[in-house]
């Protein structure tokens, strides 16, 4: 196995960094999820619409999804502390336009809530990357489970999170108190040496038209889910985003499929093994999301406060 250059120099990671990992990967997991579950809280304060409120909870996940991959592979080239802390950087910007979002309007929220998405593309990626590079043994295995806690474990708890700050000191602070965490998390990586790919080791470019035939296909397909209820599932609006959706993804797989340096490479889904856990974990991503609708059903429908939906 190539190990990465840097850390051949004899750097180690120890407790301060894996704690400044977990607090890095913990601005998402837990605060920007936050969003699952006082949403309606937050669409009531504002007086915005059902719609804008939707929208924001979508696009955090959305514009994660768009980059992580891209950010995780600039990581390998110019340094995933590098990349970390700005995605901290970011999730600072994201949670500071949300928290001072002003009445009558959802554009500080909206636009707060893409930067947190591209934060976490960022982060996730090159977090568990310099836990590879930085971590060997029985220390990576612990350091791998720290990033899981602050991953799958903060959204866990994060319903339950956004209820008692929202009910108590007011749904602003959970993102007031999230950037203090990306702040402690970014003095906590300060110092630790730059990881990154050896330079003979950097591929020769990046798949461009892999990356945008797919973006576009899930911008299509995330207005098309988002719009389609109000404009008409049968309006030529929804027709249209749903021919742009299907076709994007048409060319993304002929353009991917006999690709050398492919955005996604669909041979990998011959192993039978990782097609199994792809599929679980895409149910698993299923199942978590229908907490967007029950949490908000339970307030509007049954009208519990965001505490109790989190319980």
């Given at each position: ?18 704690i ?19 949403a309606?809280?937050?669409r ?90 930085y ?43 999230s950037?203090?965490?990306a ?18 080791d ?7 038209p ?16 988002n ?85």
């Open positions: 196995m190539k190990k990465d250059h840097i850390s051949d120099q004899g750097y180690r990671g120890d407790d301060k960094l894996l400044g990992l977990l607090l890095a990967v913990t601005t998402f997991g837990m605060f920007a999820q936050t969003m699952l579950n006082i309606t809280t937050i009531m304060d504002l007086g915005i619409s059902v719609d804008a409120s939707n929208t924001a909870v979508s696009l955090a996940a959305l514009f994660s999804g768009l980059f992580i991959v891209v950010l995780g592979s600039f990581g390998d080239r110019f340094g995933r502390i590098k990349m970390t802390k700005i995605g901290l950087v970011l999730s600072i910007i994201g949670s500071f336009l949300i928290a001072i979002s002003p009445r009558g309007t959802a554009i500080y929220l909206l636009i707060g809530r893409v930067i947190q998405g591209i934060s976490s593309a960022f982060i996730m990626p090159n977090a568990l990357a310099i836990i590879k590079a971590y060997e043994g029985p220390a990576r295995q612990r350091a791998v489970s720290v990033y899981s806690i602050g991953s799958w474990g903060g959204s866990a708890l994060s319903s339950i999170f956004g209820g008692i700050v929202a009910s108590s000191l007011g749904w602003r602070w959970v993102y007031w108190i950037i203090g965490v702040v402690i998390s970014f003095l906590l990586i300060l110092g630790v040496p730059e990881s990154k790919n050896p330079p003979g950097r591929k020769a470019g990046y798949d461009i892999g990356i945008i035939t797919f973006m576009i296909g899930m911008l299509a397909l995330n207005i098309l889910i719009q389609g209820g109000n404009v008409g599932w049968l309006s030529p609006m929804t027709l249209g985003l749903g021919l742009a959706t299907a076709i994007a993804f048409v060319i993304f797989y002929m353009v991917e499929r006999n690709k050398e340096e492919a955005f996604i490479d669909f041979n990998i889904f011959k192993n039978k093994t990782y097609k199994g856990a792809t599929i679980s974990n895409f149910l698993l991503n299923n199942a978590a999301g229908t907490l967007i609708v029950t949490l908000s059903l339970v307030q509007l429908a049954a009208d519990l406060t965001s505490l109790q939906a989190g319980f």
